[in-house]
């Protein structure tokens, strides 16, 4: 009875730690940006819909057809095809950041694509995941209360007043690390066996081509600018986890399905890095050779 209750007191922690991760991460993205920031990349919106394409059509039919060929567990094929239609990583600024990529690009992209996320994940899913019944209103709610309300109050704090937006950001940025060990910590214990299973059976590693293949998409799309090539690369490769851990957390009652898209969360965060690392060493070289 006490092994009982612990589960379910961690399986309550594991869903506060997260919801408190993704408003947190959002109110911190909002208070982060201006209105000047977000508008700046569309005059070139040939690059936009490049992204776009990258994001929310070459990436889920990527994931969809290999899911096809390659036999998967039920509760892996779903966490997968949830990360492949989440476009629009929050941390987009950051990753750009350390690609030496374009700033500004990134924060236009990062908005447009989370509001594309919120109307474009409900009616994907309910295609792609044909054999399970999918309400596409009960996916959009969370999406919409959970992700865009809190954007925009940071959005509307920051234009309001950038002492206040400056005073919250670092509070933020901790309550969001705070949630983040802690949701991961407690993932990891209720799923530890699922874990080592996805690691047995090779799962993992169409993770990792997923992410190789994903940069690839938008290094291609990025247009002729190299930043911006390096800004797509890791925000196509980057999904959106706030996003799918929503629709995941609300929808599926599999704590199995929380676990794949944590674990592809972290493997996108390690791997991206370590491509990130190598991406600025070489704009560090590309800048001294000019």
């Known amino acids: 009875m006490n092994e009982i209750l612990t589960v379910i007191d961690l399986r309550l922690i594991n869903k506060l730690a997260f919801l408190t991760l993704i408003l947190s991460m959002l109110l911190d993205t909002g208070l982060s940006l201006t209105i000047q920031q977000l508008w700046q990349p569309f005059r070139n919106i040939r690059l936009i819909l490049q992204s776009l394409l990258a994001n929310f059509i070459l990436v889920p039919l990527f994931v969809y057809l290999l899911l096809q060929v390659i036999p998967v567990s039920e509760s892996f094929r779903i966490g997968f095809t949830i990360m492949a239609v989440a476009g629009g990583p929050p941390v987009l600024p950051k990753l750009a950041q350390l690609v030496n990529g374009n700033l500004a690009y990134a924060a236009g992209l990062m908005m447009l694509m989370i509001c594309v996320t919120a109307f474009y994940m409900p009616f ?7 054999n399970i019944q999918v309400n596409p209103w009960q996916i959009l709610k969370p999406l919409v209360t959970l992700m865009l309300i809190p954007l925009a ?10 002492a206040i937006a400056a005073t919250l ?3 933020m940025r901790q309550i969001s690390s705070v949630g983040l060990i802690l949701g991961l910590s407690t993932s990891l214990i209720i799923q530890f066996s699922s874990l080592i299973e996805m690691v047995k059976t ?12 994903s940069f690839g998409f938008g290094y291609l ?3 002729p600018e190299k930043d911006t090539q390096r800004t797509l690369a890791v925000g196509t490769a980057q999904r959106n986890i706030a996003a799918a851990l929503l629709v995941a957390g609300t929808n599926f009652d599999d704590p199995a399905v929380v676990s794949v898209i944590v674990v592809t969360s ?3 965060f390690v791997l991206i890095r370590l491509i990130a690392k190598q991406a600025f060493a070489l704009a560090e070289v590309e800048q001294v050779e000019v």
Do not use: D
């Open 202 to 213: 090779g799962t993992i590693l169409i993770i990792i081509g997923f992410i190789l293949v």
């Open 124 to 130: 994907a899913l309910s295609i792609a995941l044909q």
């Open 266 to 268: 972290l493997s996108l």
């Open 153 to 162: 109050i940071g959005l509307l704090i920051r234009a309001k007043n950038e």
């Open 169 to 171: 950001q670092p509070w």
């Open 221 to 223: 799309l990025g247009g």
